[in-house]
């Protein structure tokens, strides 16, 4: 948690909120992080490109991983596959990726970017660079590197 997020956990328990025994806890702060994190990409990114974290985490996949069929997505991406149609109907929605119909099996979907949506998701990049460096100015860039470090060896 930053610096701002220990300021506000305070803040709240000094207004009658207490937190009790979770404010020494890791999950906690994790989950105070990220709902800071997902605030600020929705002021920034998602005020600009309409796209939120999940939608872009799903663009860079199937970015990377062009074909991947949409029961893949649902599987990399941790979510449930009866609601990978909804976020998949939305990316198609947007004209950034397209579903074509597997050879083999009607019922399966390969997932491919759009020329569109190629050019859509670099320039969200640059503003998920721009808005993750400013979410994450308090810290040092050897702490930031530290910070991702740990946090990829809890999962």
Do not use: C, W
């Not at 040092?140 to 060896?153: A, P, V």
């Amino acid at each position: 948690m930053s610096g701002s997020q220990v300021i506000a956990a305070e803040q709240d328990e000094g207004r009658g909120t207490s937190f009790g025994p979770m404010t020494d806890e890791l999950g906690f702060h994790l989950r105070r992080a990220q709902v800071a994190a997902f605030k600020h990409f929705a002021q920034t990114v998602t005020a600009a490109e309409g796209i939120t974290p999940g939608l872009y985490g799903m663009l860079q996949v199937i970015a990377n991983n062009s074909g991947l069929t949409q029961s893949r997505l649902a599987e990399v991406m941790e979510v449930d596959r009866s609601s990978i149609v909804k976020v998949v109907n939305a990316l198609e929605d947007k004209g950034l990726i397209r579903r074509d119909a597997a050879p083999n099996d009607r019922r399966s979907y390969h997932l491919r970017m759009t020329p569109e949506g190629k050019l859509a998701l670099r320039r969200i990049e640059e503003g998920v660079v721009r808005q993750d460096l400013d979410f994450s100015a308090g810290l040092s860039e050897g702490d930031r590197r530290l910070l991702i470090s740990l946090l990829k060896r809890l999962y």
